[in-house]
């Protein structure tokens, strides 16, 4: 059995330590070439199990990252996440795949945006500074984007427009951009009834008033979104 183990072991090294750049785009979807790319990541065994570092297509390092288990990704240690210009912008510790001690980001002079501090992934405290090192009201760091009105006027408007094609129940899983004008995009069926159902949601969708975008560390950014459409 420990032959075994071994063996296995062994495989998975030689298949991280040579692998090649695996391309990625914008959304983090893999893809075979490069022209098509706007990240590609490298993958390496370390003392912890696995070390992931993510570049631009310029070469710049994007983040790196430790992974106990890969597969479940599992982070451990200390994570870095720099922009294009190579800056620093955000600092996580964690411990076996929980936020454990101080979350930080940087504005791109250098200065501290915010510090957040937790205790086995739960929130303890936070500060939030503005880029001239002043104390600021503090602010979630992620956002979520929301339908005017919220959750309760958005199924609203799907039960109005929505125009049944066939007798099919059930419920469709849609994923969905949440641009940064409020515009949704890059629809993707997680989980769908048939054609016409998924054809007819994903129309339903494409016709929403803009939404309030997300954002990420104060920041309006576009952000993935997935909801349940149940169809009775």
């Known amino acids: 059995?420990?032959?075994?183990?071994?063996?296995?072991?062994?495989?998975?090294?030689?298949?991280?330590?040579?692998?090649e750049k695996i391309?990625?785009?914008?959304?983090?979807?893999?893809?075979?070439s490069?022209?098509?790319?706007?990240?590609?990541?490298?993958y390496k065994d370390s003392l912890k199990g696995v070390k992931r570092e993510t570049y631009f297509m310029s070469g710049v390092k994007r983040n790196s990252i430790y992974f106990t288990n890969y597969?479940?990704?599992?982070?451990?240690?200390?994570?870095?996440?720099?922009?294009?210009d190579a800056v620093l912008v955000k600092k996580e510790t964690w411990q076996k795949g929980k936020k454990q001690g101080v979350f930080e980001t940087y504005y791109t002079n250098n200065r501290t945006k915010r510090?957040?501090?937790?205790?086995?992934?739960q929130f303890i405290s936070g500060h939030c500074y503005n880029d001239g090192g002043q104390e600021i009201e503090f602010y979630p760091y992620y956002e979520k984007p929301e339908f005017p009105g919220g959750a309760k006027e958005f199924y609203k408007y799907?039960?109005?427009?929505?125009?049944?094609?066939?007798d099919a129940k059930g419920t469709i899983k849609v994923k969905f951009v949440v641009q940064t004008d409020g515009k949704l995009r890059?629809?993707?069926i997680l989980e769908g009834l048939n054609y016409d159902m998924n054809v007819e949601v994903l129309?339903?969708?494409?016709?929403?008033?803009?939404?309030?975008?997300?954002?990420?560390?104060?920041e309006i950014a576009d952000i993935s979104y997935s909801i349940p459409i149940t169809i009775k």
């Open 1 to 19: 059995m420990k032959n075994c183990i071994l063996v296995a072991f062994l495989f998975l090294s030689l298949t991280f330590n040579a692998q």
């Open 34 to 42: 490069p022209d098509l790319a706007t990240y590609y990541s490298t």
């Open 23 to 32: 391309y990625f785009t914008k959304d983090f979807k893999e893809v075979k």
């Open 203 to 218: 129309r339903v969708l494409h016709s929403s008033p803009a939404w309030t975008p997300g954002r990420l560390d104060g």
């Open 186 to 188: 890059e629809f993707e």
């Open 71 to 84: 597969k479940k990704r599992i982070i451990d240690g200390v994570s870095y996440e720099w922009n294009s």
């Open 158 to 166: 799907i039960s109005q427009s929505f125009k049944k094609p066939n």
């Open 115 to 121: 510090t957040e501090t937790y205790d086995n992934d």
